[in-house]
């Protein structure tokens, strides 16, 4: 079972990431899949069978919930036959990309923002016509975990980048404006990725690509408005199962009530 599949109440994490990007007004999606992550693709893909046992049986609310994901946008997928990277996965879109700006949107930063996260980039990219990278604010005992920015504040929440570091040491950020999962990229960015070589782990980083496109042309940075949740590990995928089935009208009321009791019942034993 691909990570990616697992659900948040009840829609795997990659549909959430699909609705942003259509929500964010984008219309193909290209899907970078890997050995054994097929059930991504298929998610997506018309259940001729189970339409027609639903209106069979009259579930129309489901059936329309079904049709709604088939229905999102265009699909295409590439494959990565090896796990090299955040920037090979980018290069190997490069045709189906072709030479248009457009979105990277990583299915384990799931964001609740308004409006959507790739909407606020692409606004900044239309207003700057650059690339532009998402950033947060992180506890300075975690930039280790991220990319982080050396930056010209430009106001709103919005940045001219002027260097890039990978995975810093405390005392080696620069700031605590972590590069998050989204990206809106220009195409020039394949040309400089095809360059890089593969780090000490043996994969090549798209913040290595954008640190040699630096030179090239200005780099942005816009600080989004919203919640994220890192659902690549446990507590993250935790915290937000909780908070999107606190948004949940039809489960809201009764899984807080039960998370109130069971925080009483468990007092000072966690």
Do not use: W
Request: hydrophobic share 40%; proline share 6%; glycine share 8%.
């Amino acid at each position: 079972m691909p990570k990616e599949m697992l659900p948040l109440v009840d829609k795997p994490i990659i549909q959430y990431a699909v609705e942003e990007a259509v929500a964010s007004g984008i219309e193909q999606i290209v899907m970078v899949t890997a050995r054994g992550k097929t059930a991504m693709v298929d998610h997506f893909d018309v259940d001729v069978e189970l339409e027609t046992l639903l209106e069979d049986r009259g579930k129309l609310e489901q059936l329309a919930a079904v049709r709604h994901v088939s229905a999102l946008a265009r699909l295409g997928t590439v494959r990565q036959g090896r796990p090299l990277g955040l920037g090979h996965a980018v290069c190997i879109t490069r045709d189906l990309v072709g030479e248009q700006p457009f979105a990277v949107v990583l299915g384990d930063d799931v964001i609740d923002a308004e409006p959507p996260a790739v909407r606020q980039l692409i606004d900044l990219f239309d207003r700057v016509q650059g690339p532009v990278l998402a950033v947060e604010r992180v506890p300075m005992d975690q930039v280790g975990r991220y990319g982080v920015i050396d930056a010209e504040p430009l106001g709103d929440g919005t940045y001219r980048i002027r260097d890039l570091v990978e995975k810093p040491s405390r005392d080696e950020a620069p700031s605590d404006l972590a590069i998050i999962g989204r990206y809106v990229l220009t195409p020039d960015i394949f040309e400089v990725l095809a360059g890089v070589r593969e780090d000490r782990t043996g994969e090549i980083q798209l913040t290595s690509g954008l640190r040699e496109l630096l030179r090239q042309r200005p780099i942005f940075a816009c600080e989004v408005q919203g919640t994220r949740h890192d659902t690549g590990n446990k507590l993250g995928f935790l915290k937000a199962t909780v908070y999107y089935a606190l948004k949940r009208p039809d489960v809201c009321g009764p899984l807080a009530a039960y998370m109130r009791r069971l925080l009483d019942e468990m007092d000072g034993h966690c």
